[in-house]
């Protein structure tokens, strides 16, 4: 991916509502994609990553993502979200060189 | 399990000061990685470097040089701290040819006043 674009920043949901959370990526070869979590005072970890093969990864923590080559998306799902899911999301891509280039985050607040 | 340490979770300087970010890891990998990160504007990257004594600039050099004497030992050096370098500095480390997963430090929270 040349660069890669999370359209919510901010996102707010009660418990056990759906999550989605958008990301694209624009095109640049090599198409590996992440999503990245960053819980409140923790180090960034990796959710899933997508190399090739079946477009739905399962992740870590009932997290999953599905890879739509034809829309250049790969949104981050989970059906039903816990208190435990507040952080911030980082979506990422392959950017060549070894390097991954990130979208700007989206911040979840899940309320009890 | 792949640990990445960083020398200091917090960290306050004083503008036109040197500072030194240190990042060790312990998994003998090729590929050692700086990141600022700040809000609404996600992970941009600083500097990488692919090997010892090799380097290559990231998004953003501008202000920054790097160290990397060790394998397992990638400092960022802010040569004349200003403000607009208070961050959040990542250190990502990756190994292997086509594992493009990196794993991240605890991150240096920087200010500068």
């Known amino acids: 991916a040349q660069s890669v674009s999370q359209h919510n920043h901010h996102v707010i949901l009660s418990e056990a509502a759906s999550l989605e959370l958008g990301c694209n990526y624009s095109?640049?070869?090599?198409?590996?994609l992440f999503w990245y979590v960053q819980y409140p005072g923790q180090h960034l970890q990796l959710l899933l990553k997508?190399?090739?093969?079946?477009?739905l990864v399962k992740g870590i923590k009932g997290f999953e993502a599905e890879f739509i080559k034809s829309k250049f998306s790969f949104n981050l799902r989970k059906p039903s979200v816990q208190w435990s899911d507040t952080a911030e999301y980082f979506c990422?891509?392959?950017?060549?060189?070894?390097?991954?280039?990130f979208g700007t985050g989206t911040r979840l607040l899940v309320s009890p | 399990d792949v640990k990445v340490t960083q020398s200091s979770r917090y960290l306050v300087k004083r503008t036109g000061e040197k500072v030194f970010l240190e990042c060790v890891q312990d998994?003998?990998?090729?590929?050692m990685f700086w990141y600022r990160q700040d809000p609404g504007l996600g992970l941009r990257l600083i500097y990488f470097?692919?090997?010892?004594?090799?380097?290559e600039k990231g998004d953003i050099p501008e202000g920054y040089s790097v160290s990397r004497e060790k394998k397992e030992r990638f400092s960022l050096i802010l040569e004349s701290a200003s403000t607009n370098q208070t961050s959040m500095y990542l250190c990502?480390?990756?190994?292997?040819?086509?594992?493009?997963?990196?794993?991240f430090g605890p991150g240096t929270r920087l200010t500068v006043t």
């Open positions: 990422a891509g392959y950017g060549g060189f070894q390097k991954l280039v």
């Open positions: 998994m003998d990998h090729e590929n």
């Open positions: 470097s692919y090997d010892v004594k090799m380097k």
């Open positions: 095109y640049g070869g090599t198409v590996n």
């Open positions: 990502a480390s990756l190994g292997g040819r086509r594992a493009y997963e990196q794993y």
């Open positions: 997508y190399f090739s093969g079946d477009p």
